[in-house]
């Protein structure tokens, strides 16, 4: 755990980078954390809610003012589960990610242990590196699990059907219903790599963990705002948010694949550039905290 290891030939401890801050660790640092446990409750119960909410209120009309995901939430568990994506993709497991990946150096400078991981010595890039692929597991776990409950819930509550096509009479056979929710989620994880990215870049510039998280998700709200500007025409493509819900081509017949594949490539890019300027700034930081 410290990158230290015995020796057999000189009997003395040699040092071993790539033996310091396992991955196993720092899991079980992060596991331990109030926010994980918090967040995962959140979005585990928000699908009994939301669905509870339907059982209250009474199934959606299906008139012109109801939004199509809406109008056939209630039509069994993968309409249900589309329609608790569309509610939650856009704010909710934005912050959830933004938590989990602003939040993971971000706090370690507010707490004034960063210095120590440095002096255990864990070398900075490799520091990164584990906390990187930690906070985005826990990120992925936490976008999956959302689809997952809703499903669950879904069957419990509403029963199994074929999925709906939104603004439509047509149904989707069960087997690709399912294959176009696992794209879906796929799709979702992918646009969601932009903002962990950015929270993580963040996370680095700045010793407050509220800011981080906070900056992360106030740069998404502008981007969309600043996307509800159509005067800007195809320059709005190049929003990080822009295709944020291209995932919905996926709800159609006919599966329509450039709005995700467009998405993604500039979510992956923009992913790049953000955890590459993070490897840079914290390599060259003074840290005092």
Known sequence: MNGFVGDQRSG????????????????????RRR?????????????????????????????ANTPGLVSVATAGALNFTAFTLFASAGFLLVVAVALFCGDTVASEAGWASLRYLLAAPVPRTRLLRQKLIVALAYAALAVVSLPTMAMITGIYVFGWARLRVPGG?????????????????????????????????????????????????????????????????HWREFLPTH????????LQPHLEWTGMLKGASLSASYATVFIALAVRRFRNKDVVS
């Open 169 to 233: 009479d047509a149904a989707l056979p069960n087997g690709t219903a399912l294959t176009r929710m696992l794209i879906i989620v796929g799709y979702i994880l992918a646009s969601e790599l932009l903002v962990a990215a950015l929270a993580f870049l963040l996370s680095v510039a700045t010793d407050s963990p509220l800011g981080a998280v906070g900056g992360a998700v106030g740069l998404v709200i502008l981007s969309n705002i600043i996307d509800a500007v159509t005067a800007l025409g």
């Open 35 to 63: 926010r994980t446990w918090i967040t995962f409750a959140v979005l585990l119960a928000l699908p009994w809610v939301l669905a509870a909410a339907f059982k209250i209120g009474g199934s959606p009309s299906a008139d």
């Open 243 to 250: 295709w944020m819900f291209a995932w919905t081509d996926a």
């Open 12 to 31: 003395d401890r040699a040092y071993r980078a790539r033996r310091t801050l396992p991955l196993r660790v720092e899991a079980v640092r992060q596991l």
